[in-house]
Each structure stands twice: as structure tokens, then as C-alpha cells.
């Protein structure tokens, strides 16, 4: 990687800001970055702060110098802008630290011939109805306090009290202020500055000191409190002056809050974002290849889960993750198990972790798991199917750990006796789906084949579907006790998760293999008729060795059909010769948020890989390429036009053309394990049983590849290849080498 991590991610299309701990700048459309400050608002993990505040420059009788925004520039650290106005040259950087504080940095140079002064106002506009705390709105030179009731973006099921503290940093306000103002239903909350109650009542070249509030909330229509800070600033010709705004936000309540460091020195808040930024990058594993668009993705990675980093509080006793941004912003089921496998690649294993203790600790009596954990409190938790036994099984091969193996066990036992319990009631060995939602995968016919309404149910638990996905999950779960039991000396724990996996194994294969179309089907549980609905989830089986060579032509009649699933970006949800097949997220006519009746999801293509890999590592080593192909493919689809400069990470995406659905405004979604596909399949590292370590990289082409910094089980692997050469070092000292396509065995 380049020796700054984060100048290969520097772009002016991007503007999400965080500081892994739950606190983020995430607008999923805004609308004001080109005006200073935070307007389009920030997040306390699910709850909305809108809007956060602005800055003014205004002269001595309060008109404002309005900035013209001249260019804007983003890393993960920072979102710097560049700004002119009558002489001067205004150079901001935005910034979230840590403890909920987002800073707007500034360093004013005068450009013209003689002096000038000027007044900074960083200043907000506040919902009248939203202030928790009318009595407790304060100002002074410390800056104006106030409590705002913030509203989580899921369901609303719960507000959260933040105390707001808006200052300059490190330094004292000239002045102060607070002002309710009535406002009309139709007038925008916007940075306004001659919209604003501080420009009538200005005082002394300054706000005036004051705080004038109603005593009471509106009982009727719609109030406004702005609130502000003000500081004089004087430059002379040639001149430079630094000086930050801050809003510190932090939930009322001590039990929700993150720790923060101290406030940071004027003028080095972006340091401090940077330095953090490249601390977590110094430590993750990174890549170096020929191949643009897998270097620049193994990085963009790994901003993509810090950036969904959630610390330990309220509800979340472990560092976690989030699926995504707005309203994704808290540990999903969905995606948790996802971000164990691609966690375990960095050095401390904690969050990783984390991610899966997150959901046992809030296991229900009967057994079950939440489908979401929400920071105070657990209402309508929903449910959904993961692939738990996948995550504990690749955390124990790269971080093995007994405690950890014991705390999950137990837990993960009696979900996988729940599943038989409540969802294969005949013991058949296969197992019900009895809402779409609880797979993640809205409108889509596997469902409308055993019930013409199902895609009308949202958690209404009225479908009954035998799920190739979960059956599959189900059976890696049993597999993954099994090994558990015997690592922790229960041999007749390993003999009951053996004959429930052998029970899955029999039944799928009798039941759900088609032998006539080579396709593994859903079935209706009625009569165990397959439903013949070819999906991507129907190739699901091919990551286990619940396959075997007699499936291998189904696999490449289905799979690799042009007609079917090997569309321009494969691999499409459900077969574009199905009738429902829409490339572009329609559902009866109507575009959907969630559509998986034809578009691409990362999530899906993450098990088709692995289906792939697993079949050329164990069956057939023709298929070696065919998984390079689609794991290529897959990396490309994810960049903005092809161009290597632009990832992004979409929940879905066309198989026609690639575009994501960017109408719904939610990148970064973390809901696949891209790094795991590229460590194990384009560098070739994967863990062996027992605790050695093969080296086998799948044909890519590359010209050069180096892959540092991979922890394992206490040492750090290097894997470096270079004109077809292959060289493994452990610790520093070369441990193999050998030729691309050949297999390098590393023992423990």
C-alpha cells in the first residue's frame, strides 16, 4: 500500500465522516455541503441529529462575507473545502472525533493589502418541539448548551436525550446567544444567515449575550430556537488566523455514551482525525497489486467498516458493527456474521468478536436470536437468518481462542435446538422460512410460488417456505458445534451435532437436488414438491460438501448460462428467464428499495465465490477460474463507471450495467466479506485444519501482488508474487516459494 493509506482514497464525490465508535456524518442525500459546517446533520449510533450547525463569516454590523465554495476534497479523516470572500481565502476541514464531537476547522489568510476584521459565528437552528430541556439552554463564553430529543431512524421507537454543546475550541465566545422564532410549516430549516434572528439583534460587532426563550413549548404550530456563538477575528495583510467550531453531542444518559479523549488543541483536530485514520489502516493487513480495482478496494474496505465501528455502550457490552448508515446504523443479524469473517483479518480480535457476542448476549429464554440490537432498548427486534456457524468456525482458524469458543457454544447451541424446535417441527431436516424479511430478501417469487401474498408480509410470520438458504446455514451451524464440542472435550455433544448435520445433509440432498433441471430447490413444506424457482440462494449448497461431482454439470449448465445468472455483472438474485426478472429493481411495476427479483447483491455474490472456491479447492480444480472470473467481475461492478478512483458499496446493483441503486443513498453498506474472497482467493492464503496455513492463489493474472500485515494465530504472514513467483514469510523469515498455480503448505 502506498505509505499513506489514506491518499489512495482521496476523492470529491464522498462526504461520510467517523470516528468508530458509533458517531457518524452520514446525510444520505445532503444538500448543503457546499456551506460550512454540519447542517445536513449527524447520527448517535440509529438517532438522527438534524440539523448540527453552521458557520458564518459576517463583518463588524453583522453582514455576512458569503464564502463562494471553490472545491471540496475527502479522505476518511477529513472532508476539506476550499472558500473566497472579499480578500480573504477560507480553508475548511470537517472532522468526527471521537465522543461525538464534530469540528469544523478553519484557517483564515488575508489575501488583500490591508487589515481585516471579522466575526465567526458558528451557530444552529433548533425544532422548538425537540428540546428536551427548555430550562437548561445556557450560553456563555464556553459556548451555548442545550438538550435535544433525538429520534432513532429505524421505527421510532425510542428518543434519546443528547446534550449539544456548541463552542469554539479551545477558545472563548465574544459572544452568545438563543433565540425562538415562529415559523410556517413551509419554511425551510436552512443555513440562512439573513433568515436568522442574530442578524436583527446584533450588538457590538457580535451576538449579544442573550438567551430569549418562550418558557413554555408550542402547543400549536412550529417554532424554530436558534442558537449560537460569536468570535472577532482580526488579519492583517498576509495574515493567517486558526480556529475551530465544535458541537459536542452526547446522550444524556451515561450508560450511551462513548468515551472521548480530551478536546483537541486548536488547529489539529484533522491531525488528530488523520492519525487515527492511518493507525487503523497501519494495523490492518493491506494489499498491493498490478490490478487497480482489487488494490483500491482493499482499502476502501477497510473504511468501510471503521466507518461502522460502534463502541461498547448501552446494549452493546463488546465493540461491534453496524450494517450500514441512517438507518442501518446499528448490529444487524443479517450482516453481523458477514463482518466476523472479514474482521478476523485484523490483529486484535475483539471486534470481530464482538460482532457475534453482540446477539447471544441478547439471546431470548426459547433460544433465539434477534434479527437487530438497538443501543437502549430491545423492541421489535425482528429476526433473521445468518450463517453463525460460518463466522465462529473462521474466527477459531485465524484467532483460536477457548474462552471465546466456550462463550459462544452454549448460546449457538440452543439457537441451532430453536431452529429445530421451531422451524423443522417434522424433523425432516429441512428447515421454514416464515416471512421474506427474515432473509433480507423482499419481493421475489421463491415466495409468491407457495404463497401469491408473500410479498405483501413484512414479519406477518404467515409463509411457510423450506429455505435451500437457511437449511444451508442450519447445516454449516450443526458442522461448526461440532468441531466446537470437540475442541472443548464434550464427545457426545460432537456425536448429537454430527447426526442432526447428517439428518440436513440426507434430507437436502433427497429433497431438494433436482437431478432433471441440476438445481437445488425450495419446497413446499406441504408436500415437499420443489418449487423449481431458480435463485441465487439455490446454489447455496455448492460452499459445503453437501455437493459432491455428481452436482458439478447442474452447477455449470445453471450457473454459467448467459440466459440465466451469467449476465454482464453476474450473478443476478433470481434467473433473468424468470418472470418476475427485473434488472432494474421493479416489482409489479413499481422500483423497490429491496428488490432481489434480478438485481445483483453483494451479499449473494460473496456465497457464490465461496460456493466456487470451495468447488475448485475440493472437487475440481477447472473451476479455479470460473471463481477468479466472478470474483473479478464482482470487484469491478463496484466502482462508479469502471473508474478505479470510485468504489462504493451499494445494497444492490444492475446485471446489465453495474450501476447501483444509489437512489437509495445508502453506500458503505456492509452486508458481504470482499476481503475475505480477496485474502483467501486473489492472494491464496487460506487456513488449514490444524492450525497450518496453504497458499494458493487463484488465476487473477496479476503481474505483482503484496499482501502484508495478515495476522495468524499469533504471527504475521507476508505473501508477495511477482512475475509468477510466489514468496510466504512468517514473522519476517521466508517460510515458502514457488510458483503461481502451485499449492505452498505452510505447517503450524
Not at 367 to 389: C, E, I, K, N, S
Not at 547 to 552: A, D, F
Request: charged share 25%; with cysteine; hydrophobic share 40%.
Amino acid at each position: 500500500m502506498h505509505q499513506d493509506a489514506l491518499s489512495p482514497l482521496r476523492r470529491t464525490d464522498k462526504h461520510y465522516l467517523a470516528a468508530g465508535d458509533g458517531v457518524l456524518f452520514d446525510p444520505p442525500h445532503p444538500l448543503w455541503l457546499d456551506r460550512p459546517g454540519f447542517w445536513d446533520g449527524g447520527r448517535l449510533f440509529l438517532h438522527t441529529l438534524k440539523p448540527l450547525f453552521t458557520v458564518s463569516f459576517v463583518d463588524a454590523a453583522g453582514r455576512e462575507l458569503a464564502p463562494r465554495p471553490l472545491s471540496r476534497e475527502w479522505t476518511p479523516a477529513e472532508l476539506a473545502a476550499a472558500y473566497a470572500a472579499d480578500g480573504i481565502a477560507l480553508e475548511e476541514r470537517r472532522v468526527v472525533l471521537p465522543g461525538g464531537r464534530f469540528v469544523s476547522e478553519w484557517t483564515l489568510t488575508n489575501t488583500g493589502a490591508q487589515p481585516v476584521s471579522l466575526v465567526v459565528v458558528g451557530w444552529t437552528a433548533q425544532e422548538a418541539a425537540a428540546l428536551a430541556d427548555r430550562a437548561g439552554v445556557e450560553g456563555g463564553a464556553d459556548g451555548v448548551a442545550f438538550t435535544v430529543r433525538a429520534e432513532d431512524a429505524q421505527l421510532g421507537l425510542s428518543t434519546l436525550d443528547v446534550r449539544c454543546v456548541l463552542r469554539f475550541a479551545g477558545e472563548p465566545a465574544d459572544g452568545w446567544a438563543a433565540y425562538e422564532t415562529q415559523q410556517t410549516r413551509s419554511f425551510p430549516n436552512a443555513p440562512w444567515w439573513d433568515g436568522a434572528p442574530f442578524r436583527d439583534r446584533w450588538r457590538d460587532g457580535g451576538l449579544a449575550r442573550e438567551l430569549r426563550l418562550a418558557s413554555e413549548p408550542p402547543a400549536s404550530g412550529r417554532r424554530l430556537v436558534y442558537l449560537g456563538v460569536s468570535r472577532r477575528v482580526r488579519l492583517e495583510p498576509g495574515a493567517a488566523a486558526a480556529l475551530a467550531v465544535m458541537l459536542e453531542a452526547a446522550p444524556c444518559d451515561a450508560a450511551y455514551r462513548v468515551p472521548a479523549p480530551p478536546p483537541p488543541v486548536p488547529g489539529r483536530a484533522a491531525e488528530a482525525s488523520r492519525a487515527a485514520w492511518r493507525g487503523y489502516f497501519a494495523a490492518a493487513p493491506s494489499l498491493a497489486a498490478s490490478d487497480p480495482w482489487l488494490e483500491r478496494y482493499f482499502a476502501y474496505r477497510w473504511y468501510g467498516l471503521r466507518l461502522n465501528f460502534i463502541d461498547p455502550a448501552g446494549n452493546y457490552a463488546h465493540p461491534t458493527v453496524a450494517e450500514g448508515i441512517e438507518f442501518f446504523h446499528c448490529p444487524i443479524a443479517y450482516s453481523a456474521w458477514c463482518h466476523a469473517r472479514e474482521l478476523r483479518w485484523l490483529p486484535d480480535p475483539s471486534r470481530a468478536r464482538g460482532a457475534l457476542l453482540t446477539f447471544l448476549d441478547h439471546q431470548t429464554e426459547d433460544g433465539r436470536l434477534p434479527g437487530r440490537v438497538y443501543l437502549d432498548h430491545m423492541r421489535r427486534t425482528d429476526f433473521y437468518f445468518a450463517d453463525w456457524g460460518c463466522a465462529l468456525d473462521a474466527l477459531e482458524e485465524v484467532h483460536p481462542d477457548r474462552g471465546f469458543l466456550e462463550a459462544a457454544y452454549g448460546p449457538l447451541s440452543r439457537y441451532a435446538a430453536w431452529l429445530d424446535a421451531d422451524r423443522d417441527r417434522e424433523a425432516s431436516g429441512l428447515y421454514d422460512v416464515l416471512d421474506p424479511y427474515e432473509t433480507g430478501q423482499e419481493n421475489m417469487s421463491r415466495y409468491t410460488a407457495v404463497d401469491p401474498d408473500a410479498d405483501r408480509q413484512h414479519f406477518d410470520y404467515r409463509l411457510r417456505l423450506k429455505g435451500v438458504d437457511l437449511t444451508v446455514y442450519a447445516y454449516r451451524l450443526r458442522r461448526a458445534l461440532a468441531r466446537a464440542a470437540a475442541a472443548l472435550g464434550r464427545p457426545a455433544e460432537v456425536r448429537a451435532h454430527d447426526a442432526v448435520a447428517d439428518r440436513i445433509a440426507d434430507a437436502v440432498r433427497r429433497h431438494m437436488w433436482d437431478a432433471a433441471s441440476g438445481m437445488f430447490s425450495d419446497l413446499d413444506p406441504r408436500t415437499l414438491a420443489r418449487t423449481g424457482v431458480r435463485a441465487a440462494v439455490c446454489f447455496y449448497p455448492y460452499m459445503t460438501d453437501l455437493v459432491g461431482p455428481e452436482h458439478l454439470p447442474g452447477l455449470e449448465r445453471n450457473l454459467l448460462d448467459p440466459a440465466a445468472f451469467w449476465l454482464p455483472y453476474p450473478v443476478p438474485s433470481t434467473a433473468a428467464d424468470d418472470p418476475t426478472f427485473s434488472a432494474d429493481a421493479e416489482w409489479k411495476g413499481v422500483r423497490q428499495n429491496c428488490a432481489w427479483n434480478g438485481r445483483v447483491w453483494p451479499m449473494a455474490n460473496s456465497h457464490l465465490v465461496d460456493a466456487l472456491g470451495h468447488v475448485a479447492t475440493t472437487l475440481d480444480p477447472a473451476w479455479r477460474g470460473r471463481a477468479a472470473e466472478l470474483l473479478g467481475r464482482f470487484v469491478r461492478m463496484l466502482f462508479f463507471d469502471g473508474d478505479p478512483a470510485r468504489p462504493n458499496a451499494f445494497e444492490h446493483y444492475s446485471p446489465m450495467t453495474g450501476r447501483p441503486g444509489v437512489y437509495r443513498g445508502l453506500d458503505d453498506y456492509q452486508h458481504s466479506w470482499i476481503n475475505d474472497l480477496i485474502i483467501r482467493y486473489v492472494a491464496g492464503f487460506r487456513p488449514m485444519a490444524g492450525g497450518g496455513f496453504v497458499v494458493d492463489a487463484f488465476p487473477f493474472g496479476l503481474e505483482r501482488l503484496r499482501l502484508e500485515r495478515l495476522p495468524y494465530r499469533g504471527a504475521t504472514v507476508t505473501i508477495a508474487i511477482d512475475d509468477g513467483r510466489v514468496a510466504v514469510d512468517v514473522d519476517g523469515s521466508r517460510r515458502a516459494e514457488g510458483s503461481v498455480g502451485e499449492s505452498l503448505e505452510v505447517s503450524a
